[in-house]
């Protein structure tokens, strides 16, 4: 019954790969949300998509791109990854509409390159 | 400047206790306001919104003041699964949320 659900939970991998981290949503939310938490803790918006378009984009490397199936899925794709890439990566989603949208996180994907 | 700043603690207070923390934000647009809690090595969720009257949700109390771009939470009567990292947070427009770093509370017995 998993709200948002992100996979793998935990990813080790070498300096240069090429990696994916997937997300899915199963509450019906049109908007959907990938944050990084570095090892300050400190989150931060990486990119929103709102009914699969791209609607935020910070100022993240070129290397890392996000991709929507669906209203329901926004995946992860990063190329040739570095150190300083290590962190905790949190996919979000909420609902449609105006007003007050809470964001539901998922549980985080664990990165650690070496 | 960042666009939201918190005292990041830590807080350590008795249970019982009453505790409270503050946040400001920078940016004067800014519409929707929230605290959100972040367990150990867990994801963040969302404890309450803030809206400019004031609210209460039981032994939690959130306050707004837009002219001073304050956010502030009080928790009263402190249990020990109060423990955990407070997170305020911002949204301005195009929904993405802007955390502060958070303030880390422990409640000791």
């Known amino acids: 019954d998993t709200a948002v659900s992100q996979t793998p939970k935990y990813l080790v991998t070498q300096m240069g790969n090429d990696k994916s981290i997937k997300c899915e949503q199963n509450l019906g939310h049109d908007t959907m949300y990938w944050y990084k938490q570095d090892s300050k803790k400190f989150l931060k918006i990486m990119f929103s998509?709102?009914?699969?378009?791209?609607?935020i984009n910070e100022t993240v490397p070129n290397r890392f791109s996000p991709k929507s199936p669906d209203k329901a899925h926004l995946n992860l794709h990063i190329n040739s990854l570095e150190l300083g890439d290590s962190a905790v990566y949190f996919c979000?989603?909420?609902?449609?509409?105006?007003?007050?949208?809470?964001?539901?996180f998922g549980p985080g994907t664990r990165l650690t390159v070496t | 400047r960042k666009e939201v700043e918190q005292d990041p603690g830590p807080f350590n207070v008795p249970e019982g206790a009453t505790v409270a923390f503050n946040c400001t934000y920078s940016n004067s647009a800014s519409q929707s306001f929230f605290w959100y809690r972040q367990d150990c090595r867990k994801e963040p969720k969302l404890l309450m919104s803030?809206?400019?009257s004031g609210n209460e949700d039981g032994r939690f109390t959130a306050q707004l003041n837009r002219a001073s771009q304050y956010i502030s939470l009080l928790i009263r009567d402190s249990k020990l699964s109060d423990s955990a990292t407070y997170l305020c947070v911002v949204e301005n427009s195009g929904y993405a949320l802007n955390f502060g770093k958070g303030t880390s509370l422990l409640v000791t017995p």
């Open positions: 998509y709102n009914n699969k378009e791209l609607i």
């Open positions: 803030v809206y400019s």
């Open positions: 979000a989603s909420s609902r449609p509409g105006t007003g007050i949208r809470e964001q539901y």
